[in-house]
């Protein structure tokens, strides 16, 4: 499904250049689950934005069912991860002003749904991951598992192909930790390509 060729990402300091990443070559099939590990300041997170494209690499590319995806407009690009890919960050990115049903909706408004469905979508989810009961709360009114759970249901809103979490379990307790890789390991079991930073 993903296949990343020759991929490169450095960064220009006032000490000089600094090799992030050097030359990365991985293939990740269908359904399959990978975990990058390593040392704080490895790239893990710079790999996991680039397999996303969320940043853009130095050389190389990231082809996506054959397709460079770095050779998308940035309009094409955009679309192309609404529809496809699924992110959930280290800390959740929720929009504070919005519910958190209105905070998974949000990727299928993007994608034009109609709201309607958009919203029985998001309903599905957060009560598939047992925030049925807080869909109108915001995040600020959530602990930080529910604020990660809701990041989660995002992520799926749009049924994406492959799934991309960096150190989603970061601050959060051990029991919410085995909760949310509970989750993790049963979406993966529906047949989505999984990729996780674990630090």
């Given at each position: ?23 990365i070559d991985l293939d990740i099939r ?13 790239g893990k997170t710079t790999l996991m ?151």
């Open positions: 499904m993903i296949a990343v060729r020759a991929l490169s990402k450095n960064f220009i300091t006032d000490r000089g250049r600094v090799d992030v990443l050097k030359e269908a359904g399959e689950r990978i975990a990058v590990v390593g040392a704080s300041g490895a934005h680039l397999l996303g494209g969320l940043d853009r690499p130095s050389s190389g590319s990231v082809l996506f069912a054959e397709k460079n995806i770095f050779n998308y407009s940035a309009q094409e690009l955009d679309a192309f991860r609404n529809r496809s890919i699924g992110f959930v960050f280290q800390f959740h990115q929720l929009l504070p002003e919005f519910s958190a049903l209105e905070n998974v909706m949000m990727p299928a408004l993007i994608g034009r749904s109609p709201a309607k469905q958009a919203e029985a979508k998001a309903s599905e989810i957060l009560t598939a991951v047992g925030l049925g009961h807080r869909l109108d709360h915001k995040p600020g009114q959530l602990s930080g598992g529910e604020q990660q759970r809701v990041a989660i249901a995002r992520s799926l809103c749009m049924e994406p192909k492959v799934l991309l979490f960096d150190e989603p379990t970061s601050g959060i307790d051990f029991e919410m930790t085995k909760e949310i890789y509970r989750l993790l390991k049963e979406f993966h079991s529906s047949g989505k390509s999984l990729t996780t930073n674990l630090q």
